[in-house]
């Protein structure tokens, strides 16, 4: 294709072949996510369902397929729009696109969504945990899982083996100290102090125990801090002191506290802050009192950003949403170049290494404004009603990469042609680096100088990571799926529908298996089976020749008697 080819809203037909390749990549990016989700439940963390059978460890392979699984996804879907324009013209994409993404994520949310509600609030969520231990704890005899449980003897057991009582958790970043103060384990923090604790050793976010006690207002864990010398001075990653954890809005303070699995009263929450409040006066802490008004306006404040931004409104399905902004954005976009007479970027700065000139730099404004609520490597996950903008901006510098990419008619597959090279190097040398600063725990972070640049370093590595990894990705599948072949077609086809249906199958299964005294890895594959094996028989029963089918992936015909299938359209 030529590199001064036309910008227009209706630009001429064009004969481009379909890149199997892409296809099939797109779908293995779908089916990772099942995979991902399916481990979610055998590590620490935010997942409705906790295992009997833990190992922090997994958190690796999560965090690294997080790190670049949906930029490649969108990257995929950015070159399938340019190709669907470029064939069809914009009013042609347009409709395309609302059969296709936005009929079936508003069908999903008077389906599959519910029954994931349902599923989920079955799971229910554990009461704030006092002294007795889990099933986890006795699997999991870590000091972050004894803080958050109470667990004196191993914490005791890890202090007299040497262990490092200020390292942050894989989940998150947080110190055995924050996570004792934010479950409002007195008796863990004070043996966490005893044993050698840092009272103010900061999280990857940068708050400390203080911050965390003083949130959820454990006015009794507060004042044992700051008789231990906490500093009510020190500020978290967003500037804010523990002072303005106590003024944190309900609405915030209940889905983070959602995320951690914990059951909330707020009378007793917000009881404990003025507690909290009136300690840290007496230490010298300017509480800058509110009046009701200001109380008001900040509760207010806090449940609009909740409801918009944070409530879980599209869960798993948050993708078709940015998709639809997107294809918005595209069409204003070409409607933009079509008006000013603008025409397609040179090949150069897409197909060479000059891209990565400016990719770098772009990508790192978005990733530079995450992880900053909670610490994750890669990007944030946005499923509210209205996307949060880091995010959106995050994923659309990879999806108009996927439409300028097409573009440069690529057929050769240049783009990734030295994967051999890139995904060792961004899995063995760039995820450990980038985990390492943002979330912690491999235990090499002060070996990398310049400490003061961790940050900028962090986010550098991620945003290098993810787009290795995605151009890594299509070379390697280049150079495999260069023609289509049926049972890789098959796949790519049913790998929608299985995404989009997996969730509360998978909840399901994860608390059915819960308990099951099993290795962890016998009975994440039997999850992962059963929920593959059961969507593939209902695609194949149910949905891929019915209006469902044909409206996910258009129409499909049933094969003649004879074996062979009629001609499907294109």
Not at 255 to 263: E, R
Not at 494 to 522: F, R, T
Request: a neutral charge; one cysteine or more.
């Amino acid at each position: 294709m030529s590199e001064e080819s036309p910008a227009g809203v209706t630009p001429p037909t064009l004969p481009t072949a379909r890149r199997h390749d892409l296809d099939a990549l797109r779908a293995v990016a779908m089916l990772l996510g099942i995979v991902l989700h399916g481990a979610l439940a055998f590590i620490p963390g935010i997942w409705p369902i906790q295992d009997i059978h833990q190992n922090e460890a997994y958190t690796l392979p999560i965090a690294a397929i997080h790190g670049f699984r949906m930029p490649l996804f969108f990257i995929i879907s950015g070159f399938f729009t340019a190709m669907l324009w470029r064939r069809r013209g914009l009013k042609a994409l347009i409709t395309h696109r609302f059969k296709r993404i936005f009929l079936p994520l508003m069908l999903c949310m008077v389906t599959i969504i519910p029954v994931t509600w349902f599923v989920m609030l079955s799971a229910g969520q554990p009461d704030r945990p006092e002294t007795k231990e889990s099933k986890v704890t006795q699997n999991l005899p870590d000091v972050w899982t004894a803080a958050r449980t109470g667990n004196l003897d191993a914490i005791q057991t890890y202090a007299d083996e040497g262990g490092d009582l200020n390292a942050g958790d894989s989940s998150f970043g947080s110190t055995p100290l924050s996570i004792a103060a934010l479950y409002g384990q007195k008796e863990a923090t004070e043996a966490l102090l005893e044993a050698g604790a840092e009272v103010n050793a900061q999280n990857k976010d940068g708050g400390t125990a203080l911050h965390a006690a003083a949130f959820l207002g454990e006015a009794e864990i507060v004042k044992l801090l700051l008789e231990s010398g906490a500093d009510y001075k020190l500020k978290n990653q967003r500037g804010e002191t523990a002072v303005n954890s106590l003024q944190a809005p309900w609405g915030i303070t209940q889905w983070i506290a959602g995320m951690l699995q914990l059951k909330l009263d707020k009378e007793e929450v917000m009881e404990g802050r003025k507690q909290s409040a009136r300690i840290l006066e007496e230490y010298g802490a300017d509480i800058g009192r509110r009046g009701e008004s200001e109380k008001r306006d900040s509760e207010i404040a806090g449940a609009i950003i909740v409801g918009l931004f944070v409530f879980p409104v599209f869960h798993h399905l948050w993708f078709l949403w940015f998709l639809c902004w997107l294809v918005g954005l595209f069409a204003v976009y070409m409607w933009i170049m079509d008006k000013m007479g603008w025409k397609n970027t040179p090949n150069r700065p897409i197909a060479t290494p000059l891209r990565y000139l400016w990719l770098i730099p772009l990508t790192m404004i978005p990733q530079s404004m995450m992880g900053k609520m909670m610490p994750v490597f890669g990007p944030d996950t946005s499923i509210g009603l209205i996307p949060m903008p880091q995010v959106l901006l995050f994923y659309a510098i990879f999806f108009g990469f996927g439409v300028l990419y097409f573009d440069c008619g690529d057929k050769e597959g240049r783009l990734g042609k030295y994967w051999w090279v890139t995904i060792p190097f961004s899995l063995l040398v760039l995820f450990p680096i980038g985990y390492e600063l943002t979330i912690g725990g491999l235990g090499f972070e002060n070996r990398i100088p310049g400490k003061e640049w961790h940050r900028a370093i962090a986010v550098f590595v991620q945003a290098l990571f993810s787009w290795l990894m995605c151009f890594g990705c299509m070379g390697l599948f280049h150079r495999i799926f260069k023609r289509e072949r049926p049972a890789y077609r098959y796949i790519s086809d049913s790998s929608y529908w299985l995404y989009i249906a997996h969730l509360p199958l998978m909840i399901w299964l994860h608390g059915l298996v819960q308990n099951w005294d099993l290795p962890l890895e016998l009975k994440f594959l039997i999850v992962c089976a059963i929920t593959t094996g059961s969507l593939l028989l209902t695609y194949q029963l149910f949905i891929r020749y019915t209006w469902v089918g044909r409206l996910l992936n258009g129409p499909r015909t049933r094969p003649q008697k004879d074996g062979n299938p009629h001609k499907q359209p294109a």
